[in-house]
């Protein structure tokens, strides 16, 4: 067994119970690995513990990587560009010897919230409901979160909200003919990555809007000054995203499914098991944005209800993952348009297929659209929290989320 997943779970325990300091003195590891553990933004992404497994050039995660983002060193070791990895998660699949692995980024959170006393909040994907223990509802979620010492807890479906009534705002500007179409740009790092990198020609198509989980940073962290936050999904590439340079003041730190499960088991917390500390804030459209389809669902029920009498209506084309997202965009590259909105989603299924998900895709996009049935408000501009929140956030009315730059704007 390789030595890294005893040292990242002694780790977790001495981050959990406050006794780091005593791991870094005491332990006889390899002095690399800790310190992917205690200073993880030092390091891509996606790092390599040991030596590999693989023919060299052109091996398996070479070859696997969408982005170009791995070369070999002079022993034919991969070497993981910080700058190019997105953290699709691609190589760590493809590694013979085991020995890629995404950044685990514990430590320097726990290290805020103990030992420094910094107000952290824990903002959760869409795709977290169900991820957990059965009876793990969002309002436990919440508790087992304070008692880990977080301030508080935040839906990032409620930032999908605001994203909605931005997209379909961009969408009913944009599109006047019936040649036109629009790239949705603000769900998932990956597509986002490959258009940058392979499509660059059709960036004028995206509008200029950052993803829910940067959305949710920046108000966090204009609402309440001095505030940290930190991401829970299931995505690797979440943990990219969030160092880009433009982004990167909004989420401190990310954390996988996984991961926070392991934090619960050291600290011997059961969510389900806690009150209910529930804050029923987003809409069915923003919680549908963990799964393939829910992005142009939402965007065309708004859009339906903001402009009841345009023309021209969304006809949207999804696809998910990344292979398929390449040949829809090859598509749309050759002239065969079609359709005038088209999302990708790097993983099959959408969020709730990510690399790092508790719950097989199937159950939880089954579990994502009953806690989307079950929402107060079925579109965004129907939700009193989003309208209140934006008026909070300096937003007038729900058109100036178009009116120049803002913190849910983005230049790709």
């Not at 990310?254 to 059961?270: G, P, S």
Request: hydrophobic share 40%; charged share 25%; glycine share 10%.
């Amino acid at each position: 067994m390789h030595p890294y997943p005893a040292l990242y779970e002694s780790a977790v325990h001495a981050a959990v119970g406050g006794t780091i300091d005593a791991l870094f003195g005491q332990c006889d590891c390899d002095p690399y690995q800790l310190d992917c553990l205690l200073h993880p933004r030092r390091h891509p992404p996606v790092v390599l513990l040991g030596p590999c497994g693989c023919d060299g050039e052109n091996g398996g995660c070479q070859t696997a990587c969408f982005f170009g983002a791995i070369s070999r060193d002079s022993e034919g070791n991969a070497v993981v560009s910080g700058k190019d990895c997105v953290g699709c998660g691609a190589c760590i699949d493809a590694c013979e010897a085991e020995n890629l692995t995404d950044i685990k980024e514990v430590v320097p959170i726990f290290t805020m919230i103990q030992k420094e006393g910094l107000p952290v909040y824990a903002l959760i994907a869409p795709a977290t409901i169900s991820q957990f223990s059965p009876g793990t509802t969002p309002g436990r979620l919440r508790s087992a979160f304070k008692a880990l010492g977080f301030t508080g807890m935040i839906e990032v479906a409620l930032f999908a909200d605001i994203l909605t009534l931005k997209e379909a705002l961009e969408f009913d500007a944009a599109i006047m003919r019936d040649d036109d179409f629009m790239l949705t740009s603000c769900c998932c790092p990956l597509w986002v990555a490959l258009i940058r990198r392979d499509y660059r020609r059709l960036i004028p198509h995206m509008p200029p809007s950052v993803s829910p989980m940067v959305a949710s940073g920046r108000a966090v962290k204009k609402l309440f000054p001095g505030a940290k936050t930190v991401f829970i999904g299931p995505c690797i590439a979440k943990k990219a995203e969030a160092r880009q340079e433009d982004v990167a003041e909004a989420v401190d730190y990310v954390l996988t499914f996984e991961e926070t499960q392991a934090i619960f088991r050291a600290a011997h917390i059961e969510p389900e098991t806690l009150k209910e500390d529930q804050r029923d804030h987003s809409s069915a459209a923003g919680r549908g944005y963990a799964r393939t389809g829910g992005v142009s669902e939402a965007v065309r029920e708004t859009l339906g209800r903001l402009r009841p009498k345009r023309r021209i209506p969304l006809g949207a084309r999804q696809a998910d993952g990344m292979r398929a997202c390449k040949a829809m965009l090859e598509d749309l590259k050759s002239g065969a348009f079609g359709t005038n909105f088209w999302e990708g989603m790097g993983c099959e299924g959408g969020c709730v297929g990510g690399p790092k998900i508790l719950t097989d895709r199937k159950t939880a996009a089954k579990n994502v659209a009953d806690y989307a049935g079950r929402a107060a408000s079925r579109a965004p501009m129907d939700n009193a929290y989003v309208l209140e929140l934006l008026r909070r956030l300096g937003f007038t009315t729900i058109e100036s989320l178009t009116k120049g730059r803002n913190m849910f704007t983005r230049d790709f």
